[in-house]
């Protein structure tokens, strides 16, 4: 159930007898308000797609790859096979693949969890260029202040900024 973002030319898939217009940026039926896209904070629950349904334009630097398939990396100019170790969205970093996932148009690096849970935790590196096609109302401020730091070599400090500064928007009553 592909479909295209809003503004699109091409006319809106929708679910079958449902008749409500989706977007391939959300993958439930209930769709997300601005006002809850405002306060969106990491990490939050998510589920890695099982299928190819992000549009190749905002996917060229990923793979779609289903659990256990091989793809090969260059580490240190050695070509390496790897398998994937659940069906999600890979993009290979420093001979490493890193699980991706977008929601609400954005990509985000994912985990599992205890539990056999996912959940992202960051926003993806921007160093993978990636491309995003955000939902009216992400707040990429609000976005990269609750991701977790990217991991660098020892010795290096890190300090996380707290949520207390930014205000929180509400929807009206």
Same mark, same amino acid.
Request: net charge positive; aromatic share 8%.
């Given at each position: 159930m592909?479909?295209?973002? /809003? +503004?699109?030319?091409?006319?809106?898939?929708?679910?079958?007898?449902? +008749? %409500?217009?989706? &977007?391939?940026?959300?993958?439930? %039926?209930?769709?997300?308000?601005?006002?809850?896209?405002?306060?969106?904070?990491?990490?939050?629950?998510?589920?890695?797609?099982? #299928?190819?349904?992000?549009?190749?334009? $905002?996917?060229?630097?990923?793979?779609?790859?289903?659990?256990?398939?091989?793809?090969?990396?260059?580490?240190?100019?050695?070509?390496? /096979? #790897?398998?994937?170790? $659940?069906?999600?969205?890979?993009?290979?970093?420093? +001979?490493?693949?890193?699980a991706?996932?977008?929601?609400?148009?954005?990509?985000?690096?994912?985990?599992?969890?205890? +539990?056999?849970?996912?959940?992202?935790?960051?926003?993806?590196?921007?160093?993978?260029?990636? #491309? &995003?096609?955000?939902?009216?109302? %992400?707040?990429?401020?609000?976005?990269?202040?609750?991701?977790?730091?990217?991991?660098?070599?020892?010795?290096?400090?890190?300090v996380?900024?707290?949520?207390? /500064?930014?205000? %929180?928007?509400?929807?009206?009553?």
């Open positions: 592909t479909s295209t973002p /809003s +503004g699109s030319k091409e006319k809106q898939k929708t679910p079958e007898g449902l +008749g %409500i217009p989706t &977007d391939w940026r959300v993958r439930a %039926i209930d769709q997300p308000t601005e006002e809850s896209l405002a306060v969106l904070d990491l990490p939050f629950e998510t589920k890695p797609e099982t #299928k190819d349904t992000v549009p190749s334009e $905002f996917s060229e630097r990923v793979r779609h790859l289903v659990g256990g398939q091989d793809i090969v990396v260059r580490i240190d100019r050695k070509e390496v /096979s #790897k398998k994937a170790p $659940f069906t999600a969205y890979y993009a290979c970093f420093k +001979g490493a693949l890193l991706l996932s977008n929601v609400y148009g954005v990509w985000f690096e994912i985990r599992l969890r205890p +539990g056999n849970t996912y959940e992202c935790f960051r926003l993806a590196r921007p160093s993978l260029q990636l #491309k &995003d096609c955000p939902m009216k109302g %992400i707040n990429y401020v609000r976005l990269k202040l609750t991701s977790l730091p990217i991991t660098r070599a020892k010795g290096i400090n890190y996380r900024l707290k949520l207390t /500064s930014l205000p %929180i928007t509400r929807a009206p009553s």
